[in-house]
Structures are given as C-alpha cells and as structure tokens.
C-alpha cells in the first residue's frame, strides 16, 4: 500500500497544481470545508483555476482566500452571497460563473464521480439555465440535459480516516464531500483524525479509500459562521 498520509496541507498538494486546471472543493457555505488545503491552494499561486464547489465562500474564509488572491477565473456554484469580491468581479466581467441549481450541481458531480457523461433532469426546463443545453421528451414531461462534471483535483474535509483513506464524515459536513471524493482524478483529503486501519465498521463508511489519493490532518479549526442569528432571552430562560 501506497503512503497516503502526508505530514501538512502543504505536503499534500506539492506536485498536483498547475495553472488552468479544475478544482473542486468540498463543504457547504462554511460547513464542512477543506480550510487547510484552501489556504495550500492559494499558497500554491496556481492560476487561472476554474473552481466548482456549492460556493466561493465568504468574506476572509474559505474559498475567498484563492479568489482574492486572483487566481480563479471561472466558478461554477449554486450560490454565491456573501462574497463581495465574487459579486464586484463578475458584475465588471472579469471572471465567469456558470449557476446550477444546488440539486444539478450535486449530481453533476455524483455523475462525474460515477463515469456518467450526461443525465436529464426537470429542474430548469424552460429557464435560462436551460439555455444552449439539450432538451428532450420523456413520458409526457421535458427535460434539460445535464453534463457530468470532474475534477483535476478535488479538495475534501472529512471527519476521520483510517491510512487507507476509507473515510467518514460528520453530520451536516456529509455534504458535497462524498460526491466530491469520487469526481477528482486526483483527491486529496483533510481529516480532523487518522485512526488505525481496522478501526471503521465497514458498513460504517461513507467514502471508500480507493477514491483518496492524500490524506492530511487539519490544524487550528476554528467555528465560523456566516450569519450569526439570535432570539431575545427571555425572563424564564
């Protein structure tokens, strides 16, 4: 068996960037997100990277960080708020982002991870999302062809994993991760933990290690959040 446990973030992606290639990182909004491995990517300087994800993250967190370091030039995401740069420079032209439903971007990329070149869903039938895409019948209903997407190098935030990189993720970070996993020609994963091979019920796993090229274990996470929301206390509480 090949090492798949390297010593940082850093170590982890030494070798696999270039410029122009395609990314996909794992996580939702702030949830469940490759920190580490973002903050490697930017460091790496690598340029010109088109960057597929839920989001771009938000102001000084996740993503954004490679944004503001100028090196992405096209985005594919179902959401993009709470990104000031992302807004001003799409709005000026300077970079692209190609929108998909949160649901098309999800199996896009199971479709990418799982060697389907295209599917057809309902979802933006008729809509500007379904512009210039392939259309066809079926029982009555019209659909919108969809294409399959995959990865140069996909960035995954996991809970655990044993040096195999059979891995399990935690609650809602069980997110675009498994999906993400599948869809890189080269994956490498941040994990909070690294186990003895052995220690996993083999039912219990979300991510076979035949996916993971990399393993890393994460440093200094610290709970962010996007928008923090709170109710009055009351007198009783």
Not at 73 to 80: G, H, I, P, Q, R
Not at 165 to 194: C, D, S, W
């Amino acid at each position: 068996m090949n090492n798949k446990v390297y010593p940082d973030a850093a170590a982890a992606l030494a070798g696999l960037t270039f410029d122009g290639m395609t990314v996909m990182s794992g996580g939702f909004g702030l949830c469940g997100i490759p920190e580490n491995l973002i903050v490697a990517l930017r460091d790496t300087g690598a340029k010109d990277l088109t960057v597929i994800g839920n989001n771009v993250g938000c102001d000084d967190h996740g993503m954004w960080l490679v944004l503001a370091n100028n090196q992405i030039k096209k985005v594919l995401a179902s959401y993009v708020g709470e990104n000031k740069i992302l807004e001003s420079r799409f709005m000026s032209g300077e970079i692209e982002i190609e929108f998909n439903p949160q649901g098309t971007l999800a199996e896009r990329i199971r479709a990418g991870g799982a060697g389907i070149p295209a599917f057809f869903t309902r979802t933006g039938y008729g809509t500007k999302v379904a512009e210039g895409k392939e259309t066809r019948q079926f029982n009555d209903e019209w659909y919108v062809m969809e294409t399959g997407l995959v990865s140069d190098l996909s960035l995954v935030k996991a809970w655990k994993a044993d040096a195999e990189g059979n891995l399990i993720y935690r609650k809602t970070a069980r997110n675009f991760n498994p999906m993400i996993a599948t869809a890189g020609k080269v994956t490498v994963v941040e994990v909070e933990e690294i186990v003895p091979v052995g220690t996993f019920d083999p039912d219990q796993i979300h991510t076979p290690g035949i996916f993971v090229d990399r393993i890393v274990v994460g440093a200094h996470y610290d709970k962010h959040i996007e928008r923090r929301t709170t109710r009055p206390r009351t007198e009783n509480a």
